[in-house]
C-alpha cells in the first residue's frame, strides 16, 4: 500500500511474552498512528506520532507502548500480551496538512494471542 | 468516542446511486468530515472530505447540509466492488486525530 508496510502480517504468540509490529514509510510523512480493530467496535487509536521521539496517547492506549526514533518507523509494543489484545492492527500514514488529514492505511497486522 | 452517527447498514443495486447518510450535529465550524471505506479486511481508504461546500471526486461525491449537522455521501453508480464498511469521520480539531466509528456496511446486489 503506497509506501506503507507493516510487519509482520501475522503473529501467533502466547499470554505474557513480548511483541513488537513495526510500520515502516517511504513517504516521508509526518504523522503516523496505530490503530486496532475488533468485531463491533469499528477502528480504535491506540498511540499516534506526530514526529520523531514526539509520541501521544489515543483512546485504548493502556498495554501498549510506542517509539518514533526515524522518521519512517513506528513501532507498537505489547510489553506483556494479553488475550485481549487479539486484533487486527493498522497504521496509518498523514502529511498532517492542516484541514486535510488524509490517512494512508497499512495492509495490517493480524494477532493472535493464545 | 466518535462524533458521528451512520445507520449499521444499508443495500443497493447495482448501477444506482448509493446515499450513505451520516450526522455530526455536535461539528464545530472548522471541522472537516472525511468518508473512508474498506473492503473486506484490507485497511481503510480514503474517499473524499469536505468543509461546507459540496465535493466531488473520481470516487464519490460529498454533500454538507448548510448547517453542516449531516452529510452524505453518494456513489453515483455502485458496483458489486463497492460493497464495503463506509466510515463518516470528523476530525477532531483538538488533537487532530481520526476518530473512527462504526461505519455503515454497505451491500451492493446484481
Known amino acids: 500500500d503506497a509506501g506503507i508496510t507493516q510487519s509482520p502480517r501475522h503473529k501467533v504468540t502466547e499470554t505474557g511474552t513480548p511483541v513488537t509490529l513495526r510500520c515502516h514509510q517511504t513517504?516521508?510523512?509526518?504523522?503516523m498512528y496505530w490503530y486496532r480493530q475488533d468485531p463491533g467496535h469499528g477502528l480504535r487509536l491506540i498511540h499516534y506520532?506526530?514526529?520523531?521521539?514526539?509520541?501521544d496517547k489515543g483512546e485504548v492506549s493502556d498495554g501498549y507502548s510506542v517509539s518514533r526514533s526515524k522518521t519512517e518507523d513506528f513501532l507498537l509494543t505489547l510489553e506483556s500480551a494479553t488475550s485481549s489484545q487479539t486484533s487486527v492492527y493498522f497504521c496509518?500514514?498523514?502529511?498532517?496538512?492542516?484541514?486535510?488529514?488524509?490517512?494512508?492505511f497499512g495492509a495490517g497486522s493480524r494477532l493472535t494471542v493464545l | 468516542d466518535a462524533k458521528t452517527t451512520q445507520p449499521p447498514s444499508m443495500d443497493c443495486a447495482e448501477g444506482r446511486a448509493a446515499n450513505l447518510p451520516c450526522n455530526h450535529s455536535?461539528?464545530?465550524?472548522?471541522?472537516?468530515v472525511y468518508w473512508y471505506r474498506q473492503i473486506h479486511s484490507q485497511g481503510p481508504q480514503y474517499i473524499i472530505h469536505?468543509?461546507?461546500n459540496n465535493e466531488t471526486n473520481e470516487m464519490a461525491s460529498l454533500i454538507i447540509t448548510e448547517d453542516r449537522k449531516s452529510s452524505t455521501l453518494i456513489l453515483p453508480h455502485a458496483t458489486l466492488r463497492d460493497t464495503a464498511v463506509y466510515y463518516c469521520?470528523?476530525?477532531?480539531?483538538?488533537?487532530?486525530?481520526?476518530?473512527f466509528g462504526t461505519g455503515t456496511r454497505l451491500q451492493v446486489f446484481p
Open positions: 455536535t461539528i464545530s465550524g472548522n471541522e472537516y
Open positions: 469536505g468543509l461546507k
Open positions: 506520532s506526530y514526529g520523531v521521539k514526539d509520541t
Open positions: 496509518a500514514i498523514s502529511a498532517g496538512d492542516p484541514g486535510a488529514n488524509v490517512l494512508t
Open positions: 513517504e516521508n510523512h509526518r504523522y
Open positions: 469521520i470528523v476530525r477532531d480539531i483538538n488533537t487532530d486525530k481520526l476518530i
